[in-house]
Every structure is written in C-alpha cells, then in structure tokens.
C-alpha cells in the first residue's frame, strides 16, 4: 500500500520543519487549541496525529493538541462518523473534514497562525460577524490537486476567526469524503456551500474563488434569512 | 493646513502583474539587477502552468508536473527577492504620468515601470447549459476536478495542446473519453496527439461542435452537431471538460490606454514595451505562441526592457540600485533538500 510506505519516510523534511518552526515562532502570539477527531478504519488519522504532534512539537507549546474517538456526540454534532476531523480555534471555529494534503498545506498552517495572532485582516466587517444572530456554516469542498482551493479555504478560515465563533469554515477533502461532496452534486472545486446552522440546510454559493467581500455579503444575507 | 492623503502607498521600482511563467521570470531578473519588485497575483501563483497535467517541452524537463515546474519557479522568484502580493486584485491602472499607479482591492503602489504578465483565461463555450452546470460537470481544471469522474462517461472539447494533455491526464481516470474537435485534426504537438490517438477508451468526434449541454442535477448529455452533414444528435455524459482556447486578461490595461489588437491582446514592440513608455507586457496576455518558454523569455526581455528604463541604461546610474545578497547557504540547503527528497512532498507548506 502506497500510504503505508509513505509513512515509512519521514513526514516533513528537515528544511520543512525549519520553515515551520521559524515561522511559528516569529508569528504565533497565543496557543491555539487543535482538537483531532479519529476512528477506526481511518486512513489518514495516524498521518494526521503525526504530523499535528510534529508541528505541536515545532510551535514552543502554542499548539495545544488533543486527540480523541469520534463518539456520538461528535457524530451528532459535526453529522461526520469517521475520521479525521481537525477543530481548530477556542470555538472550534475552523473545521478539517478529511486531510489538509497536497496543496491545502500553506493554508492549514496560515490558519493555526491567524487563529493564534487574529490577523485576519477583516477588522472592518468583524462588528458586523461577531453580530450574527444565527450561526452560519461555510463548506470549502476541495482537492489536494487544486491551486485555487486553498485560497478559498482561507478567505472563509478568516471570516471565521473574525467572527469568533459566529461563523464555521469547514474544509472537506472531497476523496476522504465523498459522501459530502455527492451531497452538493460536486464535479469542480473549490465549491462552498452556505447552512444555517439551525436548521442544518445549505446551498451552493459559488464555485470559485470568491473575493472575500462577496463571501461576508452572502454571509450576512443567509444569516438573516434571505 | 497639513494636507494627508487618504492612504499611503507603497512605492517601489516595478510592479508585476500576474504570476504565471512570464511575471516569475521578469521578478526573477528584475530583482537580480537590483530593482525593488513587487509581484501582484490574484488567484494563485504559477498561472496556467499551475494546473498543467504534466510538460514535456520545457527544455532541461523530460517530463514534469505543472504543480512541480510552477513551485520552482515561484521558489526561484522567492530566492530573488521578489515581494509577492496574493491574492490581490488589480482594480485600476494609471499610467500617464512617468510614476505608474497601481490601484488593487487592498493597496496603491507607485512604480517608476510595470510589468503586465496577467495571463489568459480559459475561454467559455457559450452555448445553453454551460453556465447552469458549471461545478455540475462543467469543468476548466482536469487537473483539479478530474477525479471526480472516476470509471465514468467525459467529453473533451478543443483540439490544441491544452485540450489534449487534459484528455491524456483524464484517460487514466474515466471509463470512456469523447474527444470534440470543430475540424478534422488536433493542432496539438503530434507527439501528444499520437499518444491520445492511440488511448483504447478514446473517441474522437471530428468537425463536431457541442450546441447544448444537458442533465438534470448533473451533466448527462451533450447536444452535438456533425458539420459535415450537418446531423444533430446526443452523447451520454457525466461531465465535460472544456479547453477551446484562451482571451487575454487585458481590460484593466486597455481602459488605461495601454493598446490591445482586435481580440484583445496587448500589443508591444521587440522590447516587449507597449504603446505607453515604461508600461512591459509579457506571456499570454500579448497573445500569439502561448508556450512556457516564450512566456519566460518574454517575460526576461521586458524585465530588462524595465530596468534599463528606470535606470537609464547600464552605466547613467540614474537611480541607486539596492544591493542585492542571494542568501546562497538557503540555496545549498535546497538542493541537497531536493537530493534527498526522491519522491514528492506529501505537504506543501509554502505558497
């Protein structure tokens, strides 16, 4: 098996885990909590423990990770029943379905950044998320193969930072699930899917990458209903 | 009274515009000459080239990814000391004056020269369905969406390099491969065109256009016409990857006086210089061969063409250049870190 042999070499390079390290520590501010959800028959979750412990490592203790089993009540709650699941943030802001690989790299370690010193860089709409009366879900659905992707991903990872909490940005590997991306009628990513929380119901929003103004907009508007 | 503008903005000796191949190689030598350059990209470094199943023309490269050729380019971009911007948009260009103005959703930067290496986008089929089922079997990337179509029925549309080395990439994928070609023969290189001639689950359909795309949550059928009788009938699909050419990203330029030809596509002389004085042009935006290579050399002449424009030539020393150190124990690192490195990262941490 391919990934078997994989894991056989190391995951990140020396020149790799020095990039991190000095990056981490010019930029991390505060410890961002990484909750990693696991199951059995998962077969990226011990890649995925790896590397977050290797990274865990390089960042001096600002990342503070907890590896748990999927039980029910994460079954509930994220409507996920495998693994893995990445929660990062105080609120479990930014959500991980399925693995950050291939391109999704730069901007799941951009995101532990922007999570631990708040420069999402959207001060002027923050008001306005953090004001949200009903919760909204942004689904990134993606490809470790997809140049543009990553760039949506993080668009929608720092509205949610911004919004402490109000928002969810949530990136979902689409061959890891394709359950998911067979949900919304996926063939072309990056896709993202707008829900209101309560009820869980969504709808295709673009697919592209969206300027990040636009996103706020459909935000706002599927928040209060329209 | 003390006057403030509105916003500060940054000043530099050239502005690039674009990420592909042509604006990575003007960064790549406008820096070594000692010009502080500023590279603004919209989307996502790399250009076309990004999303290119494999390259096989590109001189010193048997065969190379497009993922693996761009993320050299951009590293080497990065080593030189070029100060990316992305993603950010450019909004509007002022370049009358001698101090070019570029306005982007985020910042104003004032440059002595531009480079405009803004590339070309795939150009749409427009035909009914098209839009509708775009994300929904329409596709542009076969290199970011053809997974999807795993042991299933897809159509190519086009008949040049691009559209053949993404049906190449897709016949390794799906069950069966209609290729849709408006005349009789691929113009792609016919080292490509052999080897998808000789694919066992290809179809091509020659001197066919595609009229209507059809399905109801999803693609599944074309609406096709035989030019040569004339005839309209359907093939069943679950998607459609479309690949009929290019239109230059030029707008912005031409609604700032910079002159485009009757499709669009920037005009410039040897020098690579437009009709305005110290505004470069280069790659696919300029149109005619839209390969790797002449987008590079483009992209190096109007590079040069920028330099000895803010500088006034090798020797006016017109402008004090800043020194220029190339860290080179990180460029030891790199390569024994790509000695070592036999087989691709499984992560990609730098943009």
Redesign the interface.
């Known amino acids: 098996m391919s990934h078997e042999h ?1 894991h056989e ?1 190391e ?6 885990k020095k ?2 390290r000095d990056k981490f520590q010019k930029e991390l501010i505060h410890p961002v909590p990484i909750k990693l959800l696991v199951s059995d028959n998962c077969e990226y979750c011990h ?1 995925m423990e790896d ?1 977050l412990r290797i990274l865990a490592n390089l960042s001096d203790g600002k990342i503070q990770l907890t590896v748990e089993k999927i039980n029910d009540n994460w079954k509930e709650k994220l409507k996920v029943d495998k693994g893995p699941v990445i929660l990062i943030g105080e609120n479990n802001e930014v959500q991980y379905t399925g693995s ?4 999704e ?2 901007a799941f ?1 951009e995101t532990i950044v922007l999570t631990s010193n708040k420069k999402h860089g959207l001060d002027a709409y923050e008001g306005k998320l953090k004001a949200l009366n009903r919760k909204v879900r942004i689904e990134t659905i993606v ?1 470790p ?7 949506a991903v993080l668009t929608a990872n720092r509205i949610a930072i911004a919004s402490g909490g109000k928002v969810v940005s949530d990136c979902v590997e ?2 890891e699930f394709p359950e998911i ?1 067979d949900k919304w ?5 990056p ?1 993202i899917v707008l829900s209101v929380e309560e009820p869980y119901s969504g709808q ?1 929003f673009v ?1 592209s ?1 969206p ?1 990040e103004n636009q996103l706020i907009d459909a935000i706002l508007k599927v928040a209060i209903g329209e | 009274m003390l006057l403030v503008n509105e916003y500060m903005s940054t000043k530099t000796d050239v502005v690039i515009i674009g990420g592909g191949p042509a604006g990575l190689a003007a960064g790549i030598y406008t820096s070594r000459l000692g010009l502080e350059t500023i590279l603004i990209e919209k989307t996502a470094l790399g250009g076309q080239v990004a999303v290119s199943p494999f390259i096989e023309n590109y001189p010193g490269f048997t065969m190379i990814s497009g993922a693996e050729l761009s993320k050299r380019f951009i590293e080497h971009a990065e080593l030189m000391g070029v100060e990316f911007r992305v993603p950010e948009e450019v909004i509007k260009l002022e370049l009358s004056s001698e101090t070019k103005i570029v306005k982007t959703n985020k910042d104003t930067y004032e440059a002595d020269a531009v480079i405009i290496a803004s590339g070309a986008s795939r150009k749409k089929l427009n035909v009914p369905g098209e839009k509708e089922f775009a994300g929904k079997g329409v596709s542009y990337c076969a290199v970011c969406d053809g997974s999807f179509f795993r042991g299933k029925v897809v159509a190519v549309v086009g008949g040049g390099n691009t559209a053949v080395s993404e049906a190449l990439h897709l016949t390794g994928l799906v069950k069966k491969l209609y290729v849709i070609h408006r005349r009789d023969d691929f113009r792609a290189e016919i080292a490509l065109k052999q080897r998808l001639l000789d694919s066992p689950n290809v179809t091509q359909l020659w001197n066919t256009v595609v009229e209507r795309i059809e399905g109801d949550t999803t693609v599944r059928r074309l609406v096709l016409r035989d030019l040569k009788n004339n005839k309209q009938y359907e093939i069943e699909v679950d998607g459609v990857f479309i690949a009929i050419g290019y239109t230059p990203n030029s707008k912005i330029a031409a609604d700032a006086g910079v002159a485009v030809d009757k499709e669009g596509y920037i005009i410039v002389d040897k020098r690579q210089e437009t009709n305005i004085k110290g505004v470069y042009a280069a790659g696919d935006v300029t149109g005619g061969i839209m390969q790797i290579g002449v987008a590079v050399g483009e992209g190096i002449v109007a590079a040069m063409s920028a330099f000895e424009h803010v500088t006034g030539g090798w020797y006016a020393k017109k402008k004090k250049l800043k020194a220029v150190r190339i860290d080179f124990e990180k460029f030891k690192e790199k390569e024994e870190h790509e000695k070592r490195e036999e087989e691709k990262s499984l992560f990609k941490f730098k943009l």
Not at chain 1, 100 to 103: A, I, R, T, W, Y
Request: aromatic residues 10%; contains cysteine; charged residues 15%.
């Open positions: 994989e070499h995951i990140l390079s020396e020149e790799d990039f991190i890649l590397l950050p690989l291939g391109e790299g730069w370690l490809t193969t997809c140049p543009y992707c990553p760039h689409a061959y991306a009628s996926v063939t072309a990513v896709t295709v697919v990458v300027k």
